[in-house]
């Protein structure tokens, strides 16, 4: 059964939904990106997304490229993906995600790198610039190691798009707040709700949402349709300014909004 699914059902049953907390590795190093992924999950993440420093990143905004340009500079590479993880899933018992583009993974390939994965612990890869029609080599791969799979959907997709990445999807699947890159924003595109209703409709049991959750408040109200909230922009930039400490503050902060009351709403 995916550990991400688990994860999700398992805040379900607690009666909230599930944040997913995400970080870049390698920033500010290596050791404190470890270190500060184990803080995320001691303050309340259900899932960890880390993501490689790539070069050329298309989804990421400002802060999150400062953080990824900066752990290149200092020397990332790819294969530290597999030591994060390695030390991560020995410290907690939360799933890891990797959230990565798709050229690295071809260039390790694609077999190598699941496998690798594996046998670090991770729970699978998130996608974001390949879609499940150009993704077999994936697809076998993950269904061989039994890694969850998570594809995006954007407000955008059509329903035959939509019904590609619901069969294809394992884990959840990433839905987009908005077009655009990554970022806080003041509102969230009512656009997101729509999208996780035209999801259910295609018989997606677990939709997260991303792209724009910055607040304790957004992360309620997201959760008062979807089965969880994703949110990074606002996690590295408290990594940034104030060190492991202030994320784990603002992670707290952040997960205090996952509560639900018993209709299914956000609690106030």
Not at 19 to 39: E, N
Not at 44 to 61: C, K, Q, R, T, W
Not at 95 to 111: A, E, H, K, R, S
């Amino acid at each position: 059964m995916s550990r991400v699914a688990a994860a999700i059902d398992a805040a379900k049953a607690a009666g909230r939904g599930a944040f997913v907390g995400y970080l870049p590795i390698g920033y500010p190093d290596l050791q404190t990106s470890i270190d500060a992924a184990v803080a995320l999950a001691e303050a309340g993440a259900d899932i960890l997304e880390l993501g490689p420093p790539y070069s050329d990143p298309v989804m990421d905004g400002a802060v999150i490229q400062e953080a990824t340009q900066a752990a290149l500079a200092a020397g990332f590479r790819l294969r530290d993906t597999f030591t994060a993880v390695r030390a991560i899933a020995a410290r907690v018992d939360v799933p890891i995600l990797v959230m990565t583009y798709w050229n690295p993974v071809m260039q390790y390939g694609v077999d190598r790198f699941a496998d690798d994965l594996l046998a670090a612990g991770g729970a699978g890869l998130i996608t974001p610039d390949i879609t499940p029609d150009a993704a077999a080599d994936w697809i076998a791969a993950s269904e061989r190691t039994g890694l969850d799979r998570v594809f995006l959907a954007a407000p955008t997709s059509t329903d035959e798009r939509l019904q590609m990445i619901a069969e294809s999807s394992t884990g959840f699947v990433y839905t987009v707040s908005t077009m655009g890159i990554t970022g806080e924003r003041a509102e969230l595109d009512a656009a997101a709700r729509t999208l996780v209703a035209r999801l259910r409709a295609h018989g997606v049991e677990h939709a997260c949402v991303g792209i724009g959750i910055s607040t304790p408040d957004q992360v309620a109200g997201v959760l008062e349709y979807a089965d969880g909230a994703i949110v990074g922009t606002a996690l590295v930039r408290a990594l940034r300014d104030g060190g492991v400490e202030a994320l784990a503050a603002e992670a707290r902060a952040l997960t205090a909004g996952r509560r639900r009351n018993g209709r299914g709403g956000a609690a106030k």
